[in-house]
């Protein structure tokens, strides 16, 4: 597409119209609106416009944290993307805030990953109807695809590289 072509300007029309028609038909607090708000931002960044991306990359994180998504990779993706556009201006203090979150959504993702291959979560229908301890029911999430730290790497390097200078702590 245009993005990979590196025709920035001409892919964001797309790209918003893409997030605009997401909020029209799932409504504005929908994971959807979040992929999509996460698209924009990387695009901006890849464009070079950090100052932009960063309160679309927040609403992306937001709308993540509201929803059954915070434990997805998605989430993890789009902290690190949000500590990309603050490395890009120089704040490190956030950058580095968000860098350790989304590690730490890596690790969850991977955890729940590991226990589903072991068989030790519940199949999605029991789930649904089997109360937890306290007597809340059990949440139904979506099985993740695991967010491996090397594609962190491919996708964001410059976040990757700082990861690694402030010790990966």
């Known amino acids: 597409g245009l993005a990979e072509q590196g025709k920035f300007s001409e892919a964001r029309p797309y790209f918003q119209e893409v997030l605009d028609a997401n909020t029209r038909i799932h409504g504005p607090e929908h994971p959807e609106v979040a992929k999509g708000c996460m698209n924009l931002g990387l695009l901006l960044l890849q464009s070079g416009d950090a100052r932009e991306a960063l309160p ?3 609403r992306a ?3 993540y944290e509201k929803g059954d998504e915070a434990k997805t990779p998605g989430m993890a993706l789009s902290l690190y993307q949000l500590a990309s556009a603050h490395l890009a201006l120089r704040e490190f203090g956030p950058a580095r805030r968000h860098l350790q979150r989304a590690r730490a959504k890596q690790r969850g993702a991977r955890q ?3 226990r589903r291959e072991a068989g ?7 789930a649904a109807i089997r109360p937890r301890p306290g007597g809340a029911q059990a949440s139904v999430l979506a099985a993740p695809q695991v967010h491996r730290p090397q594609l962190a790497a491919q996708r964001f390097p410059a976040a990757a590289e700082q990861l690694q200078r ?3 702590t």
Do not use: C, K
């Not at 030790?120 to 029991?126: H, K, N, R, S």
């Open 61 to 63: 994180v937001d709308l």
């Open 56 to 58: 679309i990359l927040q």
């Open 120 to 126: 030790e979560t519940p199949p999605l229908a029991d």
């Open 112 to 114: 729940i990953a590991r």
């Open 166 to 168: 402030f010790g990966e």
